[in-house]
């Protein structure tokens, strides 16, 4: 399973990005998905998860009310959307997938994506 993120970039305090994490390979669009974070200097931590159906999302407490994650199973992509951007929220944003089919959100991570960059200018 190989999954690609995309859709960082630098923006300023206060606007949206939208992230995609396209998984393809030996893959299923039954695993549970999440975003985790590493800014400079930090460990990676949890941002988001949905399970492999999308009807159920768990957010980190800093990132509530301002990010929505997402699914197409169809296209087998989860996308992260990000609003209200603020400094803090600088990072290298990766996609992790659970291996486990049709598998509810529980933080296990199998499969990583490369990580993409997220730089929020203030």
């Known amino acids: 399973v190989q999954l690609q993120a995309s859709g960082g970039g630098l923006v300023q305090a206060g606007t949206s990005l939208r992230l995609s994490c396209e998984a393809s390979g030996r893959t299923s669009s039954s695993y549970a998905m999440g975003w985790f974070r590493q800014a400079p200097g930090k460990e990676r931590e949890f941002v988001v998860g949905?399970?492999?159906?999308?009807?159920?999302?768990y957010y980190a407490d800093s990132v509530k009310g301002r990010f929505t994650i997402s699914r197409d199973n169809a296209m087998k992509t989860v996308y992260l959307q990000m609003n209200s951007l603020k400094p803090e929220d600088t990072a290298v944003y990766y996609c992790?997938?659970?291996?486990?089919?049709?598998?509810?959100?529980?933080?296990?991570?199998?499969?990583w994506g490369q990580g993409t960059q997220v730089t929020v200018s203030s």
């Open positions: 949905i399970n492999w159906s999308g009807d159920r999302t």
């Open positions: 992790g997938a659970d291996g486990r089919a049709f598998s509810g959100w529980e933080g296990r991570v199998d499969y």
